[in-house]
């Protein structure tokens, strides 16, 4: 059992743990409720895995057997953990000054790839689930690359947007702002955030 288990034939579980995860507590196989076809990834998804770990500098296995597949997606996972972890901060602001229903529709799109993750049974499952949700790891990883520095930017440009907001509305500027405002008419309103 433990050589078809290496060989990735099988995995050995009990409830929702394996042999791979607990067998420096449950040495024998005996001791796990049931024996289930192992879940590997087909070579076109593993193609896609290497892609999107080389894309997030990520380190790869030397050999694809189960166990690294898992292990590659685990990693896989907290990386998006902290693409989350910066993104949706972001998106709450978006939200908030209902600014920018493009960008927002992106952002919403991301984390729901990065969610897609979580999904499935285990590890392969929900890798499987995070590429049908991304469509393209090249398309995917441009977009992530577009969204890396925008927290910052966005920041900057939500602060700079209030404090004009805030000194336009400042009742020794705001007659002049009012006449200005007439004439900045013509020119139609400043761009969005989008």
Known sequence: ?????IQGEIDIVSGKHSYREHYE?????????RIVPAYTLSLDKARELTQLCEGLHLRL????????QRQTVQQLREAGRQHRARLHPLLLKLTQSET???LRQRLQHTLGCWAALDKGENEVQGLQHFLFEIGSPARFLA???ELNDLPQRLDRLLSDVERY???LHHPAVAPAAQSLAIEMDALGSPPGLD
Do not use: N
């Open 1 to 5: 059992l433990i050589y078809l288990l």
């Open 61 to 68: 296995p030397k050999q694809w057997t189960v166990l690294a």
């Open 165 to 167: 907001r805030h000194l």
């Open 143 to 145: 977009t992530l690359a």
């Open 25 to 33: 507590t449950m040495p024998l196989p005996i001791q796990y409720d």
């Open 100 to 102: 920018a229903p493009e």
